[in-house]
T-cell receptor
Framework: GAGVSQSPSNKVTEKGKDVELRCDPI?????LYWYRQSLGQGLEFLIY????????KSGLPSDRFSAERTGGSVSTLTIQRTQQEDSAVYLC??????????????FGPGTRLTVL | QKEVEQNSGPLSVPEGAIASLNCTYS??????FFWYRQYSGKSPELIMS????GDKEDGRFTAQLNKASQYVSLLIRDSQPSDSATYLC???????????FGQGTRLTINP
């Protein structure tokens, strides 16, 4: 079956602009995660969705970052007033609900964001 | 102390030899551990998961978990050039669903 898909694959934007990144999880995966991978910081958790609610937003670095999920499927991560330090690869992962094995998180191909 | 720590390498191993990758973890993680492989410019791909003390084998890969010493390792037997990648150790935080990752170990298999 289809894996996790993300769009766009690459995004170049100017400092101060808003960007929206999209994730489409594996069908049937109610858990969805956003991570960020940058050279100096490794792979960092941003936010976790179970269905349409986000019980863990602890990794969002500032109030410029927000995410939503509708219909228990597609999620969008929005970064407002982008800064150069936001440049990174944004990875989405999905998994079966907690407690339902296997609890493996499967990653999408990522969106490479470059802020000029 | 970081929740998950790895030696960033680089680790260089001759083709056909055993590659050994190690990871230590803190008390803040639960007992769910994952090894991901990441090729340059690609996203992480799950290699192994391990939850119980001891060894778990899958083909040329063996994951080892030692809860007393708080380390988890990945052995790759009969290493191939295609195994050259960065290997990420990950664990689930206690009471949460998120994963925390080590910095990754860059492995190169030399023909």
């Amino acid at each position: 079956g289809a894996g996790v898909s993300q769009s766009p694959s690459n995004k170049v934007t100017e400092k101060g602009k808003d960007v929206e990144l999209r994730c489409d999880p594996i069908s049937g995966h109610t858990a969805l995660y956003w991570y960020r991978q940058s050279l100096g910081q490794g792979l960092e958790f941003l936010i976790y969705f179970q269905g349409n609610s986000a019980p863990d937003k602890s990794g969002l670095p500032s109030d410029r970052f927000s995410a939503e999920r509708t219909g228990g499927s597609v999620s969008t991560l929005t970064i407002q007033r982008t800064q150069q330090e936001d440049s990174a690869v944004y990875l989405c992962a999905s998994s079966l609900p907690p407690g339902l094995p296997p609890d493996t998180q499967y990653f999408g191909p990522g969106t490479r964001l470059t802020v000029l | 102390q970081k929740e998950v720590e790895q030696n960033s390498g680089p680790l260089s191993v001759p083709e056909g030899a055993i590659a050994s990758l190690n990871c230590t973890y803190s008390d803040r993680v639960s007992q769910s551990f994952f090894w991901y492989r990441q090729y340059s410019g690609k996203s992480p791909e799950l290699i192994m998961s391990i939850y119980s003390n001891g060894d778990k084998e899958d083909g040329r890969f063996t994951a080892q978990l030692n809860k007393a010493s708080q380390y988890v390792s990945l052995l790759i037997r009969d290493s191939q050039p295609s195994d050259s990648a960065t290997y990420l150790c990950a664990a689930r935080i206690q009471g949460a669903q998120k994963l925390v990752f080590g910095q990754g170990t860059r492995l190169t298999i030399n023909p």
